[in-house]
Antibody
């Protein structure tokens, strides 16, 4: 079964840092680009970041550029999102998602992880 | 960024009704348009990819159409388990954007 499991969310103070992880199983992780999408409480979906299958290309939404870093360890089948200088507006459920087509950077997202909640508050 | 205007923002319909949601892109995105279903407390689930392709395992009452800037998502006969919020998403470039969502309720 193709599965993505996020971890690492929690409570962090404004200005603080947090690293999210997304453990992948059931597919050849190194063949797929991966993405992060977030959802603030009661709000819609917001695209955050992307990384190519080999980690050589990355992309960030303007709202997180310079503060977040996406990375992956294909030997561990794990995707990461290092978040820094966190703000109240970063508070959200963070989902990792696999692109639907191997080797493509862009396509539909399938599957998604269950999400991990990041709370930014003093 | 490409803006996705999704309407309506909420919708109330009866079991068995035909339900239609539209999504309009601010520029031509060809058929790079996907539809997701999100139930409360759950992750989004892919229903339709590339505007009109039904994801494997998704009931055939769900369908999608359109290209360019105008897209439509249809549930042919609403079922109680279809209560959810639905999102469109474009991937014409890495500036991926989602529609605002349509909250679907049973009348």
């Amino acid at each position: 079964e193709v599965q993505l499991v996020e971890s690492g969310g929690g409570l962090v103070q404004p200005g603080g840092s947090l690293r999210l992880s997304c453990a992948a199983s059931g597919f050849t992780f190194s063949s797929y680009a991966m993405h992060w999408v977030r959802q603030a409480p009661g709000k819609g979906l917001e695209y955050v970041s992307a990384i190519s299958s080999n980690g050589g290309s990355t992309y960030y939404a303007n709202s997180v550029k310079g503060r977040f870093t996406i990375s992956r360890d294909n030997s561990k089948n794990t995707l990461y999102l290092q978040m820094g200088s966190l703000r109240a507006e970063d508070m959200a459920v963070y989902y990792c998602a696999r692109v639907g087509v191997p080797a493509a950077m862009l396509a539909w997202f399938d599957p998604w992880g269950q999400g991990t909640l990041v709370t930014v508050s003093s | 960024d490409i803006q996705m205007t999704q309407s309506p923002s909420s919708l109330s319909a009866s079991v068995g009704d035909r339900v239609t949601i539209t999504c309009q892109a601010s520029q031509d995105i060809s058929n790079y348009l996907n539809w997701y279903q999100q139930k409360p407390g759950k992750a989004p689930k892919l229903l339709i990819y590339d505007a009109s392709n039904l994801e494997t395992g998704v009931p055939s009452r769900f369908s999608g159409s359109g290209s360019g800037t105008d897209f439509t998502f249809t549930i042919s006969s609403l079922q109680p388990e279809d209560i959810a919020t639905y999102y469109c998403q474009q991937y014409d470039n890495l500036l991926i954007t989602f529609g605002q969502g349509t909250r679907l309720e049973i009348k």
